[in-house]
């Protein structure tokens, strides 16, 4: 039996992201104190500019699910949403974010104070049906003004003008409701610089994903809470400002040949959502020297914005990110993972079969069936959830891996 | 005299086999209720509704996680063992997460000749009229490319003719049943399939016979609890039969076939505006309402039907049904009508859910 190693280095980034983690939270509450609108909105589109430019907080439900997890409160939301009468068969973002919303969130001393309460809501039709109906109850629930928006689930390659356009008119109606909310007049210059801030962001994400080409990796998928600022950031310079700090420190590992490992044998990817609350098992690869060096996951901002096109480039944002990662289409997941596969010299794929979320589970065993037969690329398959530690079997993770990069070590011609 | 359509229902795909070597016209395959088959009838194509049960459901195990629902897996697994190999292509119109992944998982493993995804939106203002008439166009040129005709908005409008008769007809038939006419609700399913699998030509005259028998019989009341049942796919015959051999009588339902298509009619006017309003107005699906539209269409056929009683009959994994249901209990607990939650693995009536069918029945005779 191999000996585990440990991770010789994260990154220094980490520090200044808890401060960006506790900043956020902090500045929600301080909205709320002195009096400016906190709304409350599902996670990846353009709405988070719009926010931005009109000095609105938001709040992303779905982003606080990964810190309960992470924190361990996530148990105590699925009894809330349990006795509130919700399947265990439903996601486990859902769950915990219903179990909070309706129930958790009256709880005291929670770390980072919780959340705070929303002024208002906006309910999307689509999204994911669970974040569709994750709206739906805090609608119901809440009695705040709600907006209700649309947001069609289009393949991203059969994006044409009608979905921008049609794009563009519910970002219209969000900002006449935002301008009626706060009695201020929407600045269309200001939603240039945040579109701006947005793009630099992608840009410099994709450089920094870029930097993991390199032999030995700068850093492994353990280091994707970095995401924080793509999710809850965009749009502002904190995300900027962080990037470039990440980049400098991932090119000065390039540079001086650094890996995140010692002796970088394996390449990985991963397929679906990370498990929040064991975010450890990034680092069980090690003791074959093995990294994950790319994920679906985070190709969800590989996406440029038009300054010039303010509205435009939201909208778009706001169509794409979700198909990106998700099942709206196969071929195009097929195609960004075959392209990252090449680009990253992956060895393996992990696919984590994710109770919890059916839009990026389903195709895995295709995905899998293409990379074996057109890439020749080896994949396995484990079991898990990326909120609910009750369905994941650590022992049974390990069984499956072991064997796995045993045969992936064969391969490469490192027997031990 | 029962609405016999089970007989239709079950030769459904051999009539649909003979209509397509007999006229030589293509055979799309279908999987949500909100495909604007109106459209692929106006290009003499046969519309039809892929459904069913595999009796090998490990077959689909190979591309779906057991996480997803069952009739998702039962439809993949009838595709893998050929059933629906006759199909030309297949059309789908996103409304749930899973069915949206099965048509992905099914185009690229069956490669049928012609595959499209409908992308709906979820408004119904003025914006989202204009929107959905571009998704239709693309739709209809594609269709152009695909079948080598033109588009006729007056073939069109002849299809939405016969769309609004078979739809009205099929609302009398709900409508004679709730009056009293002793009729399974098993039969009004098979009919609700058969609208959706067969030939249009062949379907419809068979209903005008059914309604007008119908209206000649003596009617008299069941006397039973009126029930209505809710949920997604509800296809399992025996338990239709066993709700209704356990005293209900099944008048009204709330499910993926079934009234909430037939409430409307396509109105007159720009066909391709009018069949556009009707998908956007229609009762809406789990997956494609807001709670407030969805609670005053289930109020409303609540009073409409005269319902003692409600059933969910729920598939296990189904998250727009799951997720929706504390909130509809609770609107139905506010009406006082007493209602039950059946979670089904698939189609099978266990002896768990006939005791609890019981019980529930049991619990309302005590009232």
């Known amino acids: 039996m191999m000996e585990e190693k440990k991770t010789t280095k994260r990154l220094k980034a980490n520090t200044a992201l808890r401060q960006i983690i506790t900043d956020f939270y902090a500045d929600a509450h301080r909205a709320k104190a002195e009096g400016r609108p906190v709304g409350w909105i599902p996670p990846m589109n353009g709405l988070i500019e719009l926010f931005y430019a009109m000095d609105i ?19 105590n939301n699925f009894a809330y949403a349990q006795r509130r009468g919700y399947s265990s068969d439903l996601c486990g973002y859902f769950r915990n974010n219903i179990g909070y919303a309706l129930d958790g969130i009256a709880e005291e001393n929670q770390p980072l104070d919780g959340l705070p309460k929303p002024d208002f809501l906006i309910s999307f039709g689509a999204g994911c049906i669970p974040t569709m109906k994750t709206f739906q109850v805090l609608c119901d629930h809440f009695n705040v003004p709600v907006f209700r928006a649309d947001l069609p689930q289009v393949a991203m390659e059969n994006i044409g003008e009608h979905h921008i356009k049609y794009g563009v008119t519910q970002i219209k109606r969000i900002i006449k409701f935002l301008e009626d909310l706060t009695g201020k007049r929407f600045d269309i210059d200001r939603l240039r610089q945040a579109v701006a801030y947005t793009d630099e962001a992608c840009r410099l994400w994709d450089q920094i994903m870029d930097a993991r080409r390199t032999i030995p990796s700068p850093f492994s998928a353990a280091e994707i809470g970095i995401m924080f600022v793509m999710v809850t950031r965009h749009g502002t310079k904190i995300a900027v400002d962080f990037l470039r700090d990440v980049l400098e420190e991932v090119r000065g590992k390039v540079e001086r040949g650094e890996g995140v490992i010692l002796n970088e044998r394996i390449r990985l990817f991963w397929d679906n959502i990370p498990l929040w609350y064991n975010m450890k098992l990034f680092n069980y690869f090690e003791k074959w020297d093995a990294v994950v060096v ?117 391969r490469k011609g490192n027997i031990y | 005299m029962d609405i016999n359509f089970r007989d239709l229902y079950e030769r459904r795909l051999d009539i649909v086999k003979e209509h397509k070597e007999k006229d030589n016209c293509p055979v799309i395959g279908t999987l949500c209720s909100y495909v604007p088959v109106e459209i692929l009838h106006s290009f003499g194509i046969i519309p039809v509704r892929i459904w069913g049960q595999s009796e090998n459901l490990h077959k689909a195990d190979a591309l779906l996680q057991p996480f997803i629902c069952p009739p998702v897996r039962h439809l993949m697994a009838l595709g893998l063992e050929g059933h629906y190999n006759f199909l030309d292509g297949i059309v789908h119109c996103y409304t749930c997460d899973a069915t949206c992944g099965l048509f992905n998982i099914w185009t690229r493993n069956l490669k049928p000749g012609f595959s499209h995804l409908i992308s709906l939106p979820y408004m119904t203002i003025d914006e989202s009229l204009t929107y959905t008439m571009a998704e239709f166009n693309n739709f209809i040129e594609k269709l152009e490319s695909f079948t080598g005709k033109k588009f006729s908005p007056d073939n069109l409008k002849r299809s939405i003719t016969i769309h609004n008769e078979a739809r009205s007809l099929m609302k009398e038939v709900y409508y004679l049943k709730k009056a009293g006419f002793p009729a399974g609700y098993s039969g009004i399913s098979a009919m609700n399939i058969c609208s959706q699998t067969l030939p249009l030509e062949i379907f419809l005259p068979e209903l005008r016979k059914y309604v007008k028998k119908m209206k000649e019989d003596d009617r008299g009341s069941s006397g039973k609890l009126k029930i209505l049942i809710s949920g997604s796919v509800i296809s399992d015959t025996s338990l239709m039969a066993f709700i209704e051999e356990a005293g209900g009588d099944i008048v009204a339902d709330d499910a993926c076939i079934g009234l909430r298509m037939l409430r409307d009619e396509i109105s007159e006017g720009d066909p391709l505006q009018s069949l556009a309003r009707y998908y956007l107005t229609r009762p809406p699906c789990a997956s494609r309402s807001d709670f407030p539209s969805r609670k005053a269409h289930f109020l409303e056929t609540l009073t409409d039907f005269d319902i003692d009683a409600v059933i969910f009959i729920h598939q296990k994994f189904c998250d727009p049904h799951l997720s929706d249901h504390p909130f509809m209990k609770k609107v139905i607990d506010e009406t006082g009508i007493p209602n039950m939650q059946l979670e089904m693995e698939g189609d099978e009536l266990t002896g768990r859910v006939q005791t609890r069918i019981e019980s529930f029945f049991e619990m309302l005779e005590r009232r």
């Not at chain 1, 997890?69 to 996530?74: E, F, L, P, S, V």
């Not at chain 1, 696919?351 to 037969?373: A, T």
């Open chain 1, 294 to 410: 790319a994920e679906t996951y985070t190709s969800a901002w590989t996406m440029r914005m038009d300054t010039d096109k303010p509205l435009e480039s939201i909208a778009y944002k706001s169509l794409v990110s979700y198909p990106l990662v998700s099942c709206v289409s196969l071929d195009k997941r097929i195609e960004l993972i075959r392209k990252a596969v090449v680009d990253y010299k992956i060895d393996g794929a992990i696919f984590h079969s994710n109770r919890s979320c059916k839009p990026i589970s389903m195709g895995q065993m295709d995905i899998m069936k293409m990379l074996s037969e057109e890439l020749n690329i080896p994949g396995v398959m484990f079991d898990g959830d990326h909120m609910d530690g009750g369905s994941f079997s650590e022992a049974q993770f390990r069984t499956r891996i072991d064997a796995f990069m045993e045969m992936l070590m064969e």
């Open chain 1, 57 to 75: 907080h938001p709040i992303f439900p779905e982003n606080w699910a990964p810190i309960c997890a992470a924190i361990g409160t996530n148990s």
